[in-house]
């Protein structure tokens, strides 16, 4: 024993310098954690492991590359990093980059010390035009860096992980959605008519229920995207519902192991097996109704699909959106950020529903959030209904003390 440091017994080194003899480059071993989780991932979990973990590789070189940084960082992502080496043929310059960073990524029990820390620390924290991250993102990159040394310090590369614990973000914000984005109903009402005038290139479906159940469904577009007929509750009068199983969301398909863009997942927030149940207003079982009646379901059963029967795509949707908007509102409210995206739609649903009074957790239940998400997602929603709650809470004590 060395200052109370034990030895590697074939080496008879301190186990530090041991490690610092044998430590291979932070590249390799991103590479080595990626081969191992890899087939236990999902898609999107593979994507954000890949994204964050090319910054952190990107921002701990031995020198700084000639190359132009997004060039490096596409190497990373599409070519470098993936274990099955990506669908992507590389190009002459992406063949030169990968090399060069092979050669220049700095060894991890470099990480061991503090400047090293805060070298990775700035590149989490900086996007590649160098302004500052959300801290959302931050977090993703630095949950990324924080599994792949992990599984370094199991590997005995490093001693402990130096990221574990550490706070890279200074002031917590709250993504809460922002009142300018959320339309009244009457705007809702004139940009869901809107929409019948868009013609979309493909015309073997009809766009203006899928953006009316987020609307007043309050769904995201990924479980719109998935519904079938038999998800669907459509009495011919009153209140119907929506039982949600899954969603249909799209990753890169280089991240798929099968090649394919859109995958089946679960509710987000929810177990795999959980469903969520949403009841719809009369209008909405209405317009599903005359869907199915005039347009009928696709190929495999959806109520909404593409081209060639295909799930429709995002940038199909945002793109009838973008135009809907256009013919819906008026110019100086098509230039602002009012329902600029159709995600809005869903805010402003869950907006309505909680200044019409109805009770937090069965919004939560809706909307598939948690109350405490709730209130921070829509605090300032929530802020405008106490004063409604302080004159019943008034009412209330003058009629007991009556």
């Not at 991890?108 to 400047?115: I, R, S």
């Amino acid at each position: 024993m060395n200052r109370g440091e034990t030895f590697d017994i074939e080496t008879g080194l301190p186990e530090s310098m041991y490690r610092e003899e044998r430590s291979p480059t932070l590249l390799r071993v991103v590479r080595e954690y990626l081969d191992h989780v890899w087939p236990d991932l999902s898609p999107n979990s593979r994507g954000r492991l890949v994204d964050g973990l090319a910054v952190a590789v990107q921002g701990f070189l031995t020198e700084e590359p000639d190359f132009d940084p997004a060039v490096v960082r596409r190497v990373l992502t599409t070519f470098v990093l993936p274990p099955d080496g990506s669908t992507v043929e590389p190009t002459t310059e992406g063949r030169e980059v990968a090399a060069w960073l092979a050669d220049h990524s700095r060894r991890v029990v470099e990480l061991a010390d503090q400047d090293g820390v805060t070298e990775v620390g700035r590149a989490l924290r900086t996007n590649l035009d160098g302004k500052r991250a959300a801290n959302s993102t931050v977090d993703t990159r630095k949950g990324a860096l924080v599994q792949a040394l992990g599984f370094a310090v199991d590997k005995a590369y490093l001693g402990e992980n130096p990221f574990s614990g550490l706070n890279l973000v200074k002031f917590r914000d709250v993504q809460a959605v922002d009142p300018g984005v959320v339309v009244n109903p009457l705007q809702a009402r004139e940009l869901l008519a809107s929409v019948s005038y868009v013609r979309p290139r493909c015309r073997n479906r009809s766009w203006r229920p899928f953006f009316a159940a987020l609307y007043y469904g309050g769904v995201r577009p990924s479980e719109a995207r998935f519904l079938a007929e038999q998800h669907c509750e459509l009495p011919r009068t009153g209140w119907g519902a929506l039982v949600l199983p899954n969603s249909l969301g799209r990753s890169a398909a280089r991240y798929s192991d099968d090649g394919q863009t859109y995958q089946v997942r679960s509710l987000k927030h929810r177990a795999d097996t959980a469903t969520r149940t949403v009841p719809i207003p009369p209008v909405l079982v209405r317009l599903f109704l005359d869907h199915l009646d005039e347009v009928g379901t696709g190929p495999d059963g959806r109520l909404f699909w593409g081209k060639d029967g295909a799930p429709i795509s995002n940038a199909s949707y945002t793109d009838i959106w973008r135009r809907a908007r256009l013919l819906g509102l008026p110019p100086r409210l098509a230039g602002s950020m009012l329902a600029g995206r159709p995600y809005d739609l869903r805010h402003a649903a869950v907006s309505s529903w909680i200044a019409a009074g109805v009770p937090l957790p069965d919004v939560a239940d809706r909307a598939g959030h948690t109350v405490d998400m709730l209130t921070k997602v829509y605090a300032k929603f929530v802020h405008g209904t106490r004063s409604t709650a302080n004159r019943k809470i008034e009412m209330f004590l003058d009629d007991d003390l009556g």
